[in-house]
C-alpha cells in the first residue's frame, strides 16, 4: 500500500537521520501521523488530548529511536509508543472521563448481530456526510476499549493477527476472539441506525 | 451436515478473514445460499467494515500537522545543538 512506504526504505532513512541527519524525521513520521493521532484518540475520546498524546509519542520515537531495531515494522514500533503513552496518561488522570484500563470484559459470553433480511450496499461516497462519519465515530467509541483496540489495528491499519498480538501483549486466540466480538458489535450497532438515518435515500429501501 | 444460524454467526469474523477451513467454510457457505438473514447479517458487517476502515472516517484536526513539525522542529534543532541529550536538561 502507499500510504505506508515499504520497510527498507524506512531503515535507509532511519540510518541517515542517525547519521546526523536528523530533518529526515520529518518525513519519516509523515505516513504516519493520522495512525498516530487516531490510536490516541481511541484512548481519550478528546482531540486536545489526543493530539497531544500523539506529539509525545512521536517527540519520544525521534529520542528512542537508535533503540528501533527493525525487528517490527516502524509504523507498529510507532503505535506500541503511542498505547503506551496513552496509558500513562490515564493512569495519571484516573479521575475524568478516560475510562478504566482495567475493566476486562469476560472472554465468554455471547454476541449477536442485529437480524436483518436484507441489506443495501452503502457506497463509501457517503462518508462524505457528516452524520454517517459520526455514526462510525461514535460506534467505535462505544467499543469496549478491549475490542476497540483489536478492531482499529486490524481492521483499520490492517495488522495481521500476530503483529496485534504481540503488541497487545495477549493470545493468537484473544485477539481473534475480541476481533469477532468487535466486528459483530459494530453491526449490531451500525445496521439499525442506519436503516432509520434517512429511508427516503435511494440505495435505503429498507423492507 | 445443516448448520444452525446462531452457528454461522460465530464464524462470521473467520469467514471474512477467510481463515476457515475448507470444510466448515463450505457448510457456511451452503447456510447463505438459503438464508437471507444470514446473508444479510454477512453482508452488512462487511459493508460497514470497509467504512470503518476508510481514512475519511477519522481526520486530522486542522493545523495538526503544522503543529506537530513545528514541536518536532525545535526538538531537532535541541538535539542537534546538544547532541542525544534531553533538550529539557541541557544547559
Known amino acids: ?207 | 451436515m445443516v448448520i444452525e444460524c446462531k452457528h454461522v454467526w460465530a464464524y462470521i469474523s473467520d469467514y471474512l478473514d477467510g481463515t476457515l477451513s475448507p470444510e466448515i467454510r463450505e457448510r457456511v457457505q451452503k447456510h447463505l445460499e438459503h438464508c437471507e438473514i444470514c446473508s444479510a447479517i454477512l453482508d452488512s458487517t462487511r459493508n460497514i467494515l470497509i467504512l470503518t476502515a476508510d481514512d475519511r472516517v477519522f481526520e486530522l484536526p486542522i493545523g495538526f500537522s503544522e503543529r506537530l513539525h513545528a514541536r518536532l522542529e525545535r526538538e531537532l534543532i535541541n538535539s542537534e545543538l546538544w547532541g542525544n541529550d534531553d533538550p529539557d536538561q541541557a544547559p
Open chain 1, 1 to 207: 500500500m502507499s500510504k505506508h512506504p515499504n520497510m527498507q526504505e524506512e531503515q535507509r532513512i532511519i540510518h541517515q537521520i542517525l547519521a546526523g541527519d536528523t530533518q529526515l524525521f520529518h518525513e519519516l513520521i509523515r505516513p504516519h501521523e493520522r495512525t498516530v493521532y487516531m490510536m490516541a484518540l481511541s484512548f481519550v475520546h478528546n482531540e486536545a488530548d489526543a493530539e497531544d498524546i500523539a506529539q509525545e509519542a512521536f517527540l519520544k520515537a525521534f529520542r528512542m529511536l537508535a533503540a528501533f531495531r527493525g525487528e517490527a515494522k516502524f509504523g507498529t514500533w510507532l503505535i506500541s509508543i503511542t498505547l503506551n503513552e496513552a496509558r500513562s496518561r490515564i493512569r495519571r488522570n484516573k479521575d475524568a472521563s478516560t475510562e478504566s484500563l482495567d475493566t476486562t470484559p469476560e472472554e465468554e459470553g455471547h454476541v449477536s448481530p442485529a437480524l436483518l433480511r436484507d441489506w443495501r450496499e452503502i457506497p463509501s461516497e457517503e462518508l462524505e456526510r457528516h452524520e454517517v462519519k459520526l455514526l462510525l465515530q461514535h460506534a467505535i467509541a462505544s467499543l469496549p476499549a478491549i475490542y476497540r483496540e483489536v478492531l482499529l489495528l486490524r481492521d483499520v491499519e490492517e495488522l495481521n493477527t500476530v503483529e496485534v498480538a504481540e503488541l497487545l501483549k495477549i493470545s493468537i486466540p484473544s485477539v481473534k476472539v475480541r476481533l469477532h466480538r468487535a466486528r459483530l458489535m459494530m453491526q449490531k450497532t451500525l445496521a439499525p441506525q442506519w436503516k432509520q438515518m434517512n429511508p427516503k435515500r435511494r440505495w435505503f429501501q429498507w423492507s
